[in-house]
């Protein structure tokens, strides 16, 4: 994740590289999203065969992503 970059800021060929350079033929991203800034990412990926999520896997990602960020926001809250 350290070396994940800015993915607001890169464009597609820089993201394709990052991504092609760890080995994966393909991936879903979600992005996890707070007051209104992405604060992470949920990555799918598949190192073995190059694919297309189907649209249900697609959905399930973004509400996965929904739930794990509004469950750390609950716990940014209670910390502060």
Known sequence: VRDLPNVVEIDNTEMLTFFKERG?????IAPMCF?????????????H???RYPDEVQVLAQI???ITTSSLEQRWTEEN
């Open 24 to 28: 994966m033929e393909s991936c879903l």
């Open 35 to 47: 007051s209104g800034a992405v604060v992470g990412l949920l990555i799918v990926d598949s190192r």
């Open 49 to 51: 065969t190059r694919e």
């Open 64 to 66: 996965v992503a929904e």
